[in-house]
């Protein structure tokens, strides 16, 4: 739908080992100084000077994870290092370092391949980390491809999944659904490209949502805004899943419930207009779709007026002393419990271990 | 061949997510006093106590790296783990946690995920190292493994493939193309079954080969065996590709030419004998063949004293200044360059980043 594969000519063959690993990493230079030896020998060598380190590894299976006729291959470069960085910034850890396995098929082109690692450069260069190695394989499969990211802290800087307290507040980092609704729009849009080659997708109105499935950007920088607001959480997840399955993972592991109020989800008007649009409730769409790799986090109720006004940042909800019970509130009284969608869905959803 | 499918009878969905991996996880426990928490949050937390840490990374495609049906899923699951902690003895590094994701088909009932999961707890309880967490994905393209390493070492007993100078030994551990030949019968057996589902499969007489092809050893205790011994590698990879290609590889890294004696390779008399049966040069096999996760290693030739009475390591030649140039003696005068065998055959093989 989006790509014209007449341009990609190489085959993968034509280069041989050695020289294919040459020329898709030879762009790639270390500038992160915890990385003593990156690329180039049997494994990645690091020197994490005193701290502790963090390594999170996530999987992506072509049209499980990714459909390749609206995914643009830089784009999906990018997004398998930024959805392991993401996992790195909700424990609060700075990342250093990405390791990349790629398992493709031969009737990928080297041309496609390069595409691939411009969108991994760019990410490395955007939230600067090094690639420090990986395995190439073949794929009589699809494409298969998985990142490993790896990061510091010192360890009293570290937030787990389980230290909400009762009355702590559920703070959200950005906007939420965006990743689902620009799904919805590109799955649409690919039906109707299917039914009918000729058709031009039809994209314009929908860039923010679009963007917030295709390139999702990873909050490495809440690190740091923690900091300068000198803001403690007490529990952190990234929202890889829906808002439901994550804060359902906060309340198992912190033993505390939450309640959240359905009218303080914050989420852009083009979400809005596109549910509208869909007809899907919004909160259904944020509560279930996932994606948005936002964090979300507890703090304690006495940091409230560190955090009230600032843009980056809402408080939805807040914990409670009943255990496992996840309630959303919708309008002024109708209070629903949550569960996780997608258990019984399992075989159509990537969870993490 | 090997497996009665009609055994496995959960689906993966009775489950749901947190129940499958509770279920699979449950036997695992921590014992590596480097993890500080293992699964369970959206990274592993390590500790490196002052040490340099190591990764590396390596991907399994089903039907590329295995076959399921000679492949026990057992010996899978262990397999999975030895090949990335071999890449972490290749470096002289002491492994401590291991990162599995995996991506199955819903052909798959839970009962079989179990067994691949049994393989990883008898590895990890063997090389003493902790599951630290991975990813689990629903796959429509068959199953893919990925499994990521971490390893400590001081900075000084690190080994890289670039330290090797003219004049040093080339050393060998254990036996040569057990994995190759132990493939060779599997294949030959699987072709017969496929013809007469009926017969049952030759196997008597190949346990050693066939042992090193489905359930290969990472030579971990390499390391305490040259501090015991007092022995300096200057260079070191393992033997996960055929020796050729890896003793290029320390040719390139570590800029000096090699000189090999076919006479000093060691082979198990298994290897001789099904070598002569297939007609296939045994040499020829251990060259190209691959996987038997021996270490390859350089020392000085002055060193040559602590090692030549030593049955765990065997001398098959050595650097030389010839730059490049990796030659290969056989009999008492015949001297064949040496040449990577799959460089065009890339799609064929698995090959490290």
Same mark, same amino acid.
């Given at each position: 739908m989006l790509d014209d594969k007449n341009l990609y000519k190489t085959s993968i063959s034509q280069y041989g080992e050695f020289g294919l690993i040459q020329h898709l990493t030879e762009s790639f230079t270390i500038s992160d100084p915890s990385t003593i030896k990156g690329i180039g020998d049997d494994a990645a060598v690091l020197d994490p000077k005193g701290k502790k380190v963090l390594v999170t590894s996530d999987i992506l299976i072509e049209n499980v994870h990714f459909n390749l006729a609206y995914t643009p291959l830089k784009h999906l470069g990018y997004k398998c290092v930024? !959805? =392991? %960085? =993401? #996992?790195?910034?909700?424990?609060?850890?700075?990342?250093?370092?990405?390791?990349? =396995? !790629? *398992?493709? =098929? @031969?009737?990928?082109?080297? +041309? *496609?391949? #390069?595409?691939i690692y411009s969108g991994i450069h760019a990410a490395c260069k955007q939230y600067k980390v090094d690639l420090a190695g990986g395995d190439t394989a073949s794929s009589n499969l699809g494409l298969v491809i998985n990142s490993t990211a790896i990061g510091y802290a010192e360890e009293n800087e570290i937030i787990y999944r389980n230290g909400a307290k009762p009355n702590d507040l559920l703070v959200v980092s950005g906007d939420l659904g965006g990743a689902y609704f620009g799904l919805q729009v590109l799955e649409r849009e690919n039906v109707a490209f299917k039914s009918n080659p000729d058709l031009q997708p039809d994209l314009a109105g929908y860039s923010y949502i679009l963007e917030r499935q295709l390139k999702p950007e990873a909050r490495t920088e809440v690190k740091s805004l923690l900091?300068?607001? #000198?803001?403690?959480?007490t529990s952190m997840i990234d929202l890889s899943d829906g808002l439901a399955s994550e804060i359902i993972h906060l309340s198992q592991q912190s033993k505390v419930g939450f309640s959240i109020y359905e009218e303080k989800i914050p989420m852009d008007n083009q979400v809005i207009t596109t549910a509208e649009e869909f007809g899907i409730n919004p909160v259904t769409g944020i509560l279930n779709g996932g994606e948005d790799y936002e964090?979300?986090?507890?703090?304690?109720?006495? +940091?409230?007026?560190? !955090?009230?006004?600032n843009? @980056?940042?809402?408080?939805?909800?807040? *914990?409670? *002393? #009943?255990?496992? @019970?996840? %309630?959303i509130t919708k309008g002024s009284s109708q209070v629903i419990p949550l569960t996780a969608q997608g258990w019984d869905a399992y075989l159509n959803k990537k969870k993490k271990v």
């Open positions: 930024v !959805i =392991s %960085l =993401s #996992d790195l910034a909700a424990m609060n850890a700075t990342p250093g370092q990405i390791i990349i =396995s !790629i *398992a493709v =098929s @031969n009737r990928f082109p080297v +041309e *496609a391949l #390069d595409e900091k300068e607001m #000198d803001l403690h959480p964090l979300v986090f507890t703090i304690p109720i006495t +940091e409230h007026d560190k !955090i009230k006004h843009p @980056n940042f809402t408080v939805i909800g807040h *914990a409670t *002393a #009943d255990k496992n @019970n996840v %309630l």
